[in-house]
């Protein structure tokens, strides 16, 4: 099995079909590195989806990565975690950053796609499973 193309890519995750903000060159460059991090004889037929949830989670960290443009004070690459709190004014908002995260799970918390691949990846390979009757 080949490495999904950027416009299967996008049919199947339709967030990323603006190709001028997620580039064909971006998304493909991503979709190789996750064809090699994704074992085929493991995920089976969930390969494509494992391939495409991997490029995702790096694409979506290279667009954050971009946004932060020359006129920002920010660095690209900067890593940052969640908000716990943030107060504009009267108005204020925290976040509890553990829910939605997987234990010892690294980056792939930090963004949807990691989780949903970190979770899979875990299951692969798992073996069979057995349930009290």
Same mark, same amino acid.
């Given at each position: 099995? &080949?490495?999904? &193309?950027?416009?299967?890519f #996008?049919i199947d995750?339709?967030?990323f /079909? @603006?190709?001028a903000?997620y580039? @064909? ?5 991503w979709?190789? /590195?996750?064809? =090699? ?14 391939q495409?949830?991997?490029?995702a989670?790096?694409?979506?960290? /290279? /667009?954050?990565d #971009?946004?932060?443009?020359?006129? =920002?004070?920010?660095?690209?690459g900067q890593? =940052?975690?969640?908000?716990? +709190?943030?107060?504009?004014?009267s108005? +204020?908002?925290?976040?509890a950053p553990q829910?939605?995260t997987?234990? @010892? ?5 930090s &963004? ?7 979770g899979?990846?875990?299951?692969m390979g ?6 009290? +009757?």
């Amino acid at each position: 099995m &080949t490495a999904p &193309t950027p416009a299967q890519f #996008r049919i199947d995750f339709p967030e990323f /079909a @603006d190709s001028a903000k997620y580039p @064909d060159l971006l998304c493909n460059l991503w979709l190789q /590195a996750a064809a =090699s991090m994704v074992n085929l004889a493991r995920w089976g037929a969930l390969a494509a989806l494992g391939q495409e949830l991997c490029a995702a989670h790096f694409i979506a960290l /290279a /667009a954050r990565d #971009r946004a932060i443009g020359p006129k =920002s004070k920010g660095i690209p690459g900067q890593v =940052s975690g969640p908000v716990a +709190s943030k107060t504009v004014g009267s108005v +204020s908002a925290s976040y509890a950053p553990q829910i939605g995260t997987i234990q @010892d799970a690294g980056q792939w918390n930090s &963004t949807a796609y990691g989780v949903r691949f970190i979770g899979l990846a875990r299951l692969m390979g798992a073996g069979g499973m057995q349930f009290p +009757s």
